[in-house]
């Protein structure tokens, strides 16, 4: 059993940065790709960024890139999600997800955080 809670959203004007964590219980997280994933009111779940197990291969959503990092740290057991100039359009609700396979599917991804809000004012 894995547990995520995400942590680090709030409200930021438009340009700003947030630093998203997720940390995990019940397991290791080194044997995971972990995900982050968005939610806006209205919409469907959107992939955002992926990183494998060793940290190697980031990817993400072209709505993201050149903005946000992904990176994890194995030893603490938890993996983050830096948003550098952020866009109100970056205003959802993000998760962070656990899966064995690398893949921006969130079907494929096992388990999952409650969420953070995070609010990009214009």
């Known amino acids: 059993q894995v547990q995520l809670i995400e942590s680090g959203g709030g409200l930021v004007q438009a340009g700003g940065s947030l630093r998203l964590s997720c940390a995990a219980s019940?397991?290791?997280?080194?044997?995971?790709?972990m995900g982050w994933f968005r939610q806006a009111p209205g919409k469907e779940r959107e992939f955002v960024a992926v990183?494998?197990?060793?940290?190697?291969?980031?990817y993400y959503a072209d709505s993201v890139k050149g903005r946000f990092t992904i990176s994890r740290d194995n030893a603490k057991n938890a993996v983050y999600l830096q948003m550098n100039n952020l866009k109100p359009e970056d205003t959802a609700v993000y998760s962070c997800a656990a899966t064995y396979a690398w893949t921006r599917d969130p079907a494929r991804y096992n388990y999952w955080g409650q969420g953070t809000q995070v609010t990009v004012s214009s």
């Open positions: 019940g397991r290791p997280l080194s044997s995971y790709a």
């Open positions: 990183i494998m197990w060793s940290g190697a291969s980031p």
